[in-house]
């Protein structure tokens, strides 16, 4: 008996803010960078690569290769992507809020 499987786009599932939060908390429990850029590639491809593109000002190209499994992007091109102290624009939609561990 042949196994059948089909695609997994995670993209699909990420309908809401919320959703996107819960995603990318999991994944920075993991402690992968790599994962990191490519859960927001992601994220990115659930909003809107068009829209992330107009609102970052990177070349669409640079932010796909970037934030794919096998990109590493450069810590100034994550920092555009999540606008982390970089504007008052969220192109995620999100916040980085830091706490310290010994809460």
């Known amino acids: 008996m042949t196994l059948q499987t089909t695609p997994w786009d995670s993209a699909e599932y990420l309908k809401t803010d919320k959703d996107i939060a819960a995603y990318l908390d999991a994944v920075l429990e993991e402690g992968d ?13 659930a909003r809107g690569i068009k829209q992330m593109v107009d609102e970052t000002g990177l ?17 100034a091109t994550v920092l555009k992507v999540i606008s982390l102290g970089a504007s008052f624009a969220y192109p995620l939609g999100l916040i980085m809020i830091f706490q310290s561990s010994t809460y």
């Open 33 to 45: 960078p790599a994962l990191v850029a490519h859960a927001l590639g992601i994220i990115a491809r």
């Open 59 to 75: 070349a669409r190209d640079i932010l796909c290769s970037s934030l794919s499994a096998e990109g590493k992007p450069e810590f």
